[in-house]
């Protein structure tokens, strides 16, 4: 079983930065992807950006490309979404999930969410 914690969320300004942090506590998978997902108030759960275990293929909602940067690090376990430029329809609980490649979009792993905030 594999459990993710989300950190670094929180109440900022509209231009200003964030870095979320997603942690795992173990390897479920020896290939596999490790995405961000965000959920604002009374909305559907939408896909922000996705980064394969190597490091080696990144992918972006059109929303936030050219703003928001995934990085990985495979010897800490842990999944970054640097957040630049941001605007206050970027509010929302940002979720990392983590799923096996080659069987889809499916995530078999998630963690709780981390608040973020954008005031105009």
């Known amino acids: 079983q594999v459990q993710l914690v989300e950190s670094g969320g929180g109440l900022v300004q509209a231009g200003d930065s964030l870095k979320l942090s997603c942690a795992a506590s173990?390897?479920?998978?020896?290939?596999?992807?490790t995405a961000w997902f965000r959920q604002a108030p009374g909305k559907e759960r939408t896909f922000v950006a996705a980064?394969?275990?190597?490091?080696?293929?990144?992918l972006y909602a059109d929303s936030v490309k050219g703003r928001f940067t995934i990085s990985s690090d495979y010897a800490k376990n842990t999944v970054t979404l640097r957040m630049d430029s941001l605007k206050p329809e970027d509010t929302a609980v940002y979720y990392c999930?983590?799923?096996?490649?080659?069987?889809?979009?499916?995530?078999?792993?998630w963690g709780q969410g981390t608040q973020v905030t954008v005031s105009s």
């Open positions: 980064i394969t275990w190597n490091g080696a293929n990144t």
């Open positions: 173990g390897r479920a998978f020896i290939r596999y992807r």
């Open positions: 999930a983590i799923g096996p490649m080659g069987q889809g979009l499916k995530y078999d792993y």
